[in-house]
């Protein structure tokens, strides 16, 4: 993995963490804006955990 994607990519976490935490501020919890902006943050964690999941797993034989 591109170590260079990697680090876009947390960075675009921060960004988007960032993001929801003013607008959760701003609208509250429950406001659609918010709802989308957790989603689109889940999205991001989701392909993190992918790549941290396949960078442990490597070498591993499967059985």
Known sequence: ???L???KLLNQIKIK???MYVMAQKY???DERVV???QDLDS???KYQGIDEAY???G???S
């Open 28 to 30: 509250g919890l429950n």
């Open 17 to 19: 963490k960032d993001e």
């Open 1 to 3: 993995m591109d170590p």
């Open 60 to 62: 591993k034989e499967v």
């Open 56 to 58: 442990r797993n490597r």
């Open 5 to 7: 994607y990697v680090l």
């Open 36 to 38: 989308v902006c957790s």
């Open 44 to 46: 991001l964690l989701n």
